[in-house]
């Protein structure tokens, strides 16, 4: 068989537990599998260096940026290489470049646009195990690139499809996909399957235990995942796959929680065809991901407009939008909310799913800025401070503790 298997910053965090890893991928290979490592950055090595860009500038070059926060990966890489042969293994460490992965020149969050496999191919026939620095890639350029934060997700996924592997296991810091995250839920539940939607969902909606690109790909290339933990990699971790009927359509599935967003708010700007087209135009040409847009029925030809993007895309934002602090009446920028979201497929063919969360919030006095909904999902913004009480709330109202 061959095995793809991705192991996240903490499973590569010091040098014990890349031995750890070692370990693993050993035995995978021994027992006569083909294997190809995918690896992240020592936990905290990306923030560190992107923290280290900060102190020279608040949007430093993108294409610089790449090349920064790429050296992460390509340590672990090479030393998890190191670490295979000094124990009698045959390994070959490789940069997304020489692993043949092509991306758009999107610096900072590029799509991987074509992947060649070949040189990975010539290594796995001579038996070598390939490890492949995850996160990045190389535009035509030349340059090098990366795929966005929890971009060694999309790297796993990818060279799978790419090279038809039999399995994708992600191995992270716990042992599967749960409830919700069960480091502020202590009562969540391991789910043994999840199908490709509800993951995205979760994923997209805050749950950091996937990229959510890289499960978009995964249900695009059908690529089966296996979530599992490095820590106890003998026990069954959650597979994430396509839905089937036999499939039991759970009401709720999981419930995720977004502190990264932050609310931009322009109040009495013109209600006039076109405004929004402009407005939004603006924050598509640089990029900016643009999250639950709200706006409501005019009144004296002006209106109101409230939409969410990503924190760190919140100074560019502003740079992008100066100019309606003289077109409209005013505007608000708010960086402490936080996004609770319920998810579930079987929401589809029930009622009640929206006015259980409504309530159970207002049980516990909190207040909802904003809502929104999907045909499997429910999204509330509330005040950040409450975003941990929110999820053990909705958890427990919707018995997922059971
Ligand atoms: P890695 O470094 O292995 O890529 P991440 O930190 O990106 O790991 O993701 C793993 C973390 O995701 C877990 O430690 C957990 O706190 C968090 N998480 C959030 N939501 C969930 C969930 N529903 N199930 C499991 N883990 C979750
Ligand atoms: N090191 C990168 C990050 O922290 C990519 C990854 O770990 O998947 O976002
Ligand atoms: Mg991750």
Known sequence: MLIVQKFGGTSVGDLDRIKNVA???KKTKNEGNDVVVVVSAMAGETNKLIDYASYFSKTPPQREMDLLVSSGERVTSALLSIALQSMGMDAIALTGRQAGIKTTKDHTKARIMDINPGKMQKHLKEGKIVIVAGFQG???????TTLGRGGSDLTAVAIAGALKAHKCEIYTDVDGIYTTDPRI????KKINMITYDEMLELASLGAKVMQSRSVELAKKLEVDIEVKSSFNPEIKGTL????TPEMEKVLVSGIALDKNQARVSIFGVEDRPGISAEIFSKLADKNINVDMIIQNVG??????????VPETELELTKKVLGEYEQKAEAMEYDRDIAKVSIVGVGMK?????????FKTLADENINILMISTSEIKISMIIDEKYGELAVRSLHKAYNLDK
């Open 23 to 25: 370990n693993i991928v």
């Open 240 to 243: 994430i796959t396509k839905e």
């Open 185 to 188: 839920e202590p009562k969540a």
């Open 138 to 144: 190389i535009s035509e350029e030349g340059d090098v």
């Open 349 to 357: 063919s029930h009622s009640g799913v929206a006015a259980t969360a």
């Open 299 to 308: 009144k004296d030809n002006k209106a109101n407009l409230t939409f969410t």
